[in-house]
Structure formats: structure tokens, C-alpha cells
């Protein structure tokens, strides 16, 4: 098993799909970027103007500046651009360099934004990427551009070494808020990071990306992260050094490492239901190829 993405497998994706766990070998837009353009077709949008809010109108659109300053209800139109923004927000800190089963989270990460980085630009999409969490080179923006150059450089990039160190939210709320300064309405952003609590700030940002652009998270999950094995008594460090030990064959605590695993995964998913974002878990052991078709399938569903 390998330990860090490798740039040829990443490459190696455009031409490689997995249906439902049965290996063919033709080119992924026969079945993921077809699903791909049905779940996300006709999303992309660019500003045209402000008019007068008119009966039926979707208020999800009200410029509430406008309507304030003229005490009369105005809405922001737009018009259907034939290409959009597709943006891959990747964590790619210490953290992911984790997995007990199948491969690390970092691998996963990187192949599922491979796999939608090659889906939307067969779609002709624009892609364009924020990778966060490397400690070495901080937060790493790539401009959305047509063509394979722009992807082929994310793709290299997140097969670089990682340095170990302290990792904690605040990066991912960062690299949110870069994008929800700096992306353009109308943007598909996918989310790809171990993200499994629901905190005020996170809620808030994902709020506001919302408002203007399509978001989807995939959670990046390990087995071991809601199931915890009977390995005996075990030592834990947190970030800042202190050390904890656990008796992993304490069934009692074992059922409340689960149970309190799957209550965080709830308010996850029910913070997806209220702002109305996608949410597609995708495991280490896993084939990343059938959780994406699958996760696809039901937000086109949803839609």
C-alpha cells in the first residue's frame, strides 16, 4: 500500500472507471461524467442585474442591500453561463496520513478530486483548486482554467510530502474563506476533508458559500474513526502533546466511541438538509469510483 498519492495513478483515473465495483476499462465519462453533468447541468450561473422582485421569483436570490436602500424588494438575476468554476477543496495536513483499512485518507482525497477534477473537465468545466493543511506551504491556491494544465498542476501538487506537525479547524475554515471571498458565483466546490462536527463557524461560512455557489462536502472517513478496535490499552496524544490511555477492550466504552461518532455524522447531515449542500462520505476502504457514483446518484435524486 502506498504511502502518499502517486501522480500516475492520479492521471491514470481519466481513463479508468469502476462501476458499482465492477472493473471495465473505458473512459470515465461513459458512466461518472455523465452522471457528473446530470447531477450539476445547468448550475452555472453569472451576474446579470438587480430588477423588482416579481410574484413567484426564488427570494434565495434577493439583494437585500438593494431592497434596504429602496424599501422595495429587488432580486439578483442571472444568466446560465455554459461553463463554470469547479473548485477542489482538499485538506491535505498530517492528519490524512491516516488509514487502517484499504489505504490513508490522504490517497482517497486526492483520488476523489482526481476522479471530479477529470469529470468536470471533460464537461469542459473550468477547474480550479485550494489545497490547505500543509504545514510546508500553507495554503495553496490554483485559479479555475480550461484545459487539463490546471488540473494536471493540482494533481502534482497533491502528491507532495506533507510536513508532520499540529493541525486543527481553523485551516479548513480559512481556505473556506478564501474561497467564499474569492470565487465567482456560480461555482461547484467540493469540499474533500475529514470533516465530522458541526461548530458555529463552520455553519456560518458554509452559510455564506452557499448563497452564491453549489457546495458539496465529502467527508473522508477511516473505519477506525467510528469503530474503535479491541486492541488492548493504547496511548493517545492530542495536538498539544497530552497523552491519553484507553482501555480499547472496554466494550462500554467502545459503544460510546461509535454512538458518539454517528450523533456528530447526524448534525453533519442535517447541516447539509438545512443550507441545502451535498454531502458524499467517501471511506479508506472503499472504491472511491462506486462512493462517488453513488453519492451522485442521490444528490441528482435530491435535486
Sequence with gaps: MSLHPQLDDLLELRHQARTLGVAAHHLVNSTFTGLYASAFRGTGLDFEEVREYQQGDDIRNMDWLVTARTNTPHLKIFREERQRSVILCVDTG??????????????????????????ASKQHDRVGGVLFGNLAT???????????????RILRTLTEPVEQGDTDESRLLAALQHLDSGTRTGSLIFVIAPVNQVTIGLERILGSLKQRNDVVLLPVDDPADSILPSVGSVIFSNAAGELLEVDTDDAVGREAFRVDWEQRREELQQLCYRLELGLIPVSTDEDVHTSLVSGLRRYAGRR
Excluded: D, E, N, V
Design 94 to 119: 498530517p492528519h490524512m496520513s491516516f488509514g487502517t483499512r484499504g489505504t490513508f485518507k490522504s490517497i482517497q482525497a486526492a483520488r476523489a478530486a482526481a476522479l471530479l477534477g477529470w469529470a
Design 138 to 152: 500553507g495554503l495553496r491556491y490554483f485559479r479555475a482554467t480550461s484545459g487539463r494544465r490546471g488540473l494536471w
